[in-house]
């Protein structure tokens, strides 16, 4: 299984296809951060082989979905070889129906590079050319138009992309959003025109689905491991007794997500005077705080299966038809591997467990500012009463936990026929993925006012010392958030921090003091 702590995706300065599976990192460097793509010839030769079939189909006149017939509940239509090239570009601009806001850029591009991981299969009969332009819109940053909104689980957002390729639509070049043929010639790039099959592989498939999976886990993984760091920072200055994270307690539970999570959070917190000093303090501690080996190593154990789901499939071919090769011939087989239920299934159950993790957070944050629960001024400022403090970062902590539960309820289990019944079953991946990846960026948010209402408290504990790994995310805090001892426009110092969150600065601080964070 991919991890996230192997190398950063900032420093993965290109990816190239073709020679064995693609890692989730590679996914995010490429998305978030612009690496640039390339081809090995193994992945040119299987696309290449692949489409000699299509044209040898084509010879023979054979019956094949979506190359000789129309699409849908149209696969009763017979078209011929004249009228190929209509049959794809007419896919294309009637599919690219999705409305709404736009897709975020690193959404885009996450979906445009599974693209050329699905057709680079070898099992879609696409030309090298078509995929050689999709990778010239990544390396040279010409990002498509795609509203977000309306897609089953296909189709649309990828008609929206296709609809570039072919020198139409609207895309970002520089900032500026132009007509997609003025983006192509901008840049130096020629728009193609799509032959048999192509508009049908570049519409089909769940590549938007398993793209926004991929970049909800890897926020996901992150924010589980930074959960360890707040949730111990929060036990340090709320005066928790590291009893509960006796390594005896978790030998008799069989999960070792469990084990692992005590571990961290006792290695995190390994030389604290403020630990120690009040390890008598109280017989045990609240839920939020005595249960983070539990809660956090149950969300942990779901990403970790969810990752094994979204690996495979980000490694599969999800097209329909496969252009299946036999000895010299080949043929079609029609399927429904373009079916999201794999990942939507898994997606909708990382909502369920970002949701806990959310709550459990925020349960935290309320017993920092609370100072009926936390030994500390209220909502710890020094003078209450003029200043609010902290008072209000808890109620956007706890907005933001309602979207989450909203968000959470599954997709997956609802179904809407379409195409006149022929498309009967629907999985609602799409939207599956896509609550998951929108969770994954509040949890971050969440987070980040626990690590700042943490930070004000170990304030209040001087002169004992933090642990030395606490005091350095402390110190990492503090170098752009200073303390606080009368209301500011707090709105900043939350961003600033979910940046720290969202970049793996934390994350990274802490494993330079201790080493891997045990997931």
């Known amino acids: 299984m991919t991890t996230i702590n192997c190398i950063h995706p900032k420093d993965i300065k290109e990816v190239v296809l073709g020679d064995g599976a693609i890692s989730i990192q590679e996914v995010i460097a490429v998305a978030r951060y612009g690496a640039i793509v390339s081809f090995t010839q193994t992945y040119c030769n299987r696309v290449d082989k692949s489409r000699s079939l299509i044209d040898k189909f084509l010879d023979e006149n054979r019956l094949i979905y979506g190359v000789t017939t129309g699409f849908g509940s149209n696969m009763t239509e017979v078209i011929s070889s004249e009228d190929a090239e209509t049959l794809q570009r007419n896919i294309i601009r009637s599919h690219a129906v999705s409305v709404g806001p736009p897709l975020e850029r690193e959404v885009v591009r996450a979906i445009q590079l599974m693209i050329l991981v699905n057709l680079g299969q070898g099992f879609s009969g696409v030309r090298l050319k078509v995929l050689n332009l999709i990778a010239s819109l990544l390396n040279h940053d010409i990002l498509p138009f795609v509203p977000g909104d309306g897609s089953v689980g296909y ?62 886990l890897y926020n996901s993984m992150q924010a589980a491991k930074t959960a360890d760091i707040t949730g111990a920072m929060s036990l340090e200055v709320l005066k928790g007794t590291i009893k509960a994270f006796d390594p005896r307690s978790h030998t008799v539970k069989k999960h070792e997500e469990q084990a692992k999570t005590a571990r961290n959070v006792t290695r995190i917190l390994e030389g604290s005077q403020i630990i120690d000093t009040y390890k008598e303090h ?159 960026k509040k949890l971050e948010y969440i987070l980040a006012i626990e690590l700042m209402t943490a930070t004000q408290a170990m304030d209040f504990h001087h002169p004992l010392k933090p642990s030395p790994t606490t005091e350095s995310v402390y110190h990492l805090i503090r170098d752009q958030v200073p303390m606080v001892k009368e209301d500011r426009f707090f709105y900043p110092d939350i961003e600033t921090i979910y940046e720290q969150i969202h970049e793996g600065e934390i994350v990274k601080l802490v494993e330079m003091a201790i080493g891997e964070i045990e997931f």
């Open 155 to 216: 189709l649309s957002p990828e008609a929206h992309m296709a609809l570039v390729v072919i020198g139409e639509g609207k895309a970002w070049y520089k900032d500026e959003l132009i007509p997609g043929i003025e983006a192509l010639e901008k840049a130096g790039l020629a728009p193609v025109t799509l032959g048999a099959k192509e508009g049908l592989a570049l519409t089909s498939g769940t590549t938007s689905v398993t793209a926004m999976a991929i970049l909800a």
């Open 282 to 440: 109280r017989l045990q501690d609240a839920l939020s705080i005595r249960c983070i080996p539990q809660v956090h190593g149950a969300i942990k154990r779901v990403l970790k299966d969810a990752a094994v789901t979204i690996e495979n499939e980000m490694n599969s071919a999800s097209d329909n038809p496969i252009i299946f090769p036999e000895e010299e011939d080949g043929i079609a087989l029609m399927g429904g591997n373009f079916d999201g239920s794999y990942v939507g299934i898994y997606a909708d159950t990382m909502c369920i467990a970002l949701a806990n993790l959310a709550k459990i957070t925020e349960r935290r944050i309320d017993r920092l500012v609370n100072h009926h629960l936390s030994e500390l001024p209220n909502f710890l400022v020094v003078n209450p009463g003029l200043n609010s403090g902290y008072m209000i970062p808890q109620y956007t902590a706890a907005g933001l936990l309602n979207e989450i539960r909203v968000l959470s309820h599954p997709a997956t289990v609802d179904n809407v026929p379409t195409c006149a019944n022929q498309e009967d079953l629907i999985s609602f991946a799409y939207y599956a993925s896509k609550k998951a990846y929108q969770i994954s």
